[in-house]
């Protein structure tokens, strides 16, 4: 079972990318962060597989959030799931350890393998 944390201040969207994963068999969602300090937190605490994070969030953006992340935990994946995506924000992600950033745009298809 992959555990998957989503950190994304809308409750909207966390909901959505949970009721995305769950349908997955081997997915589960073992918690949610409505920031980027709690989003750190809960690395630890929780110690998921995979870790889908906003770009904006407060307190602590989706970079800081992962600069920290990935300087604790290297070997787990994080994907910042955006709005805001620009070449800017993929150098920037790659930078501090972030595998993917994907644009809301696109859908959640390219989070969930389904397309």
Known sequence: MA??????DRQLMCSALKTAFVMRPKWEVCGEATD???????VSELQP??????FKMPIADGIEAAREISAAAPSIPIVIYTLYRNDELDAAAKQVGVRS???KQDGLLHLTGSH
């Open 3 to 8: 555990k998957i944390l989503i950190a994304d």
């Open 36 to 42: 980027g300090r709690e989003a750190v937190t809960k």
């Open 49 to 54: 597989d995979l870790i889908i994070m906003d």
């Open 101 to 103: 950033v994907v644009s």
